[in-house]
């Protein structure tokens, strides 16, 4: 296992809120948010951004000809950031499989479920529509399905008999402001390393999920 003693540098993209992004932000150690992007002009997150002092720029989809040529331009733009990490947090384009190639194993997303179950949108009115007793979050690689990638990281939370989708939402949305900055620091300072889509975590960061309830993949 590499570990790496230099702030890794990290390019988020959001489309919405961005409390996700702010979580990064606050709890960065080894990684640094150097620019966020959005494919929204009016994605609160960015003026979050901004206001945290972090490079904030939209590429708004009125400003291109075609859906392809805007997320060409958001592309080009990650690249000139030189990241070595990509993270999506509320982030609701489709990445071109192209892109997701291009950075597999450095693109990552927060997902509002427990992966492979309930991919996709309306995760928890789905999940209490399963009647499950357990539902969470996933961090996971980005791959060219939608939130098809290896899992890295897992957070749950119990469902309660009473639960609406709003008030599980809101439940899921605390853990995922501790397991993905968690996740982007071991990923970035190698404690955790996902070589060809394989995750592999040290001995010491698998014992501190285990103090944090968090699920390493694989260990
Ligand atoms: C979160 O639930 C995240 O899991 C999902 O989109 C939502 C973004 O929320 N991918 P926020 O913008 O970070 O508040």
Not at 67 to 90: C, N, T, W
Not at 197 to 209: E, L, P, R
């Amino acid at each position: 296992m590499t570990y790496h003693t230099e702030k890794a540098r990290v390019v988020a993209l959001l489309s919405g809120t961005g409390s996700n992004l702010m979580s990064l932000v606050q709890a960065a150690r080894t990684y640094e948010i150097v620019a966020v992007l959005s494919d929204r002009a009016e994605a609160p997150g960015l003026l979050r951004a901004a206001e945290a002092g972090i490079s904030a720029a939209a590429h708004r989809r009125s400003d291109f000809k075609t859906l392809s040529d805007q997320k060409q331009s958001i592309y080009r733009a990650i690249r000139e950031f030189i990241p070595d990490f990509v993270a999506l947090a509320g982030y609701m384009q489709i990445v071109e499989p192209e892109f997701a190639a291009e950075y597999f194993g450095r693109l990552v997303n927060i997902h509002p479920s427990l992966l492979p179950e309930f991919p996709g949108l309306k995760t928890h009115e789905r999940a209490l529509a399963a009647g499950v007793t357990e539902h969470g979050c996933t961090v996971h690689l980005v791959d060219s399905g939608v939130d098809t990638g290896p899992i890295i990281s897992q957070a749950t939370v119990p469902v309660r008999e009473d639960d609406t989708a709003e008030n599980l939402a809101a439940r899921v949305l605390e853990v995922e402001h501790a397991l993905y900055p968690w996740t982007l620091n071991a990923l970035a300072s190698g404690e955790i390393s996902t070589t060809a889509g394989i995750v592999a975590a040290s001995d010491s960061i698998t014992a501190d999920a285990r103090k944090r309830s968090f699920r390493v993949h694989g260990c």
